[in-house]
């Protein structure tokens, strides 16, 4: 799992400060989705953005596309780099207080079932509980690594937002990738291939082996899919077509709804849920 992330490299330091107006030591900038710098330590931004640099003047980048920036739609890794504090005080701490308190809670009705029978509906309700967090905790910890240096940091591009006087939108989802693709992987890069999949609607077989690949993806631990039509950009008699639509997995969604997330009582209420607040935000960003 990562962070959504805007980079904009340049060729060279002159580059950022003619082009952009930026001061900032190093050769670009690095943006949160909300538009606010995505690294609080300059001198860790500038690495960063350093190295993404070297991979693409030894590949040729600069070259390809006749420019001396780009503007990259990416997701960062690990999560854990921007949230640390949310990882501490939110998640980490939720799941240490309910395993302390459920272990607890267990022993003295395990005791009490040795006496009263009555009690393992109890015992089992809680029994249920202590998994459900035991879970819980595998799933943000499989999220998260350490890092010790740049090279622990990962950044899957995805879309190719813009060069020197031109922009991608015109091209589909594939061609993005195929062209980031070529810059990523290879010993001391930190660029990572994005994984994708093309489905056919139409076709029963595509359908099958696109949802296949997602269980497989979410069942080793992936925190799932974003599912876009084939073309950039596609319209119908309503307009522009909702442009993404992101699809979790069960570990990841555990982690935004809580422990008890896969509760019957907790899929009910959250099945029931209206989603037009998140359609008009997914529109109003990819409108911006």
């Known amino acids: 799992m990562g962070s959504r992330a805007v980079v904009i490299v340049c060729k060279d330091e002159s580059t950022v400060k003619s082009r952009f107006g930026l001061e900032n030591e190093g050769v670009g900038v690095c943006y949160t989705r909300t538009g606010r710098r995505f690294f609080n330590d300059t001198t860790l931004e500038a690495d960063f953005l350093a190295q993404i640099q070297n991979t693409l003047t030894e590949r040729g980048f600069w070259q390809k596309f006749d420019t001396d920036w780009v503007c990259l739609d990416c997701e960062l890794m690990p999560w854990s780099a921007k949230a640390q504090a949310l990882l501490q005080n939110q998640y980490a701490a939720v799941g240490a207080s309910a395993s302390a308190a459920l272990k607890d809670v267990v022993s003295v009705l395990t005791q009490t079932l040795e006496r009263q029978q009555e009690a393992l509906p109890l015992l089992e309700k809680y029994q249920e509980r202590q998994t459900m967090t035991e879970q819980y905790i595998t799933a943000y910890r499989q999220y998260c690594w350490e890092v010790k240096s740049v090279f622990d940091y990962k950044l899957a591009p995805f879309h190719l937002l813009a060069t020197e006087g031109k922009i991608y939108f015109d091209k589909d989802h594939v061609w993005h990738l195929e062209q980031l693709g070529a810059f990523c992987g ?89 989603l037009s607040i998140k359609r008009s935000l997914a529109s109003r960003e990819f409108a911006l």
Request: no cysteine; glycine share 12%; hydrophobic share 35%.
């Open 186 to 274: 290879g010993e001391n890069n930190i660029l990572m291939k994005t994984a994708y999949q093309i489905i056919d609607l139409a076709n029963d077989d595509s359908v099958k082996k696109g949802i296949e690949w997602w269980e497989t993806l979410t069942g080793q631990g992936g925190e799932g899919m974003v599912v876009k039509p084939f073309q950039f950009i596609n319209t119908s008699g309503k307009g522009v077509v909702q442009p993404a639509i992101k699809i979790r997995g069960r570990d990841y969604l555990r982690i935004i709804y809580g422990l008890e997330y896969t509760a019957p009582e907790n899929m009910i209420r959250l099945k029931s849920r209206g």
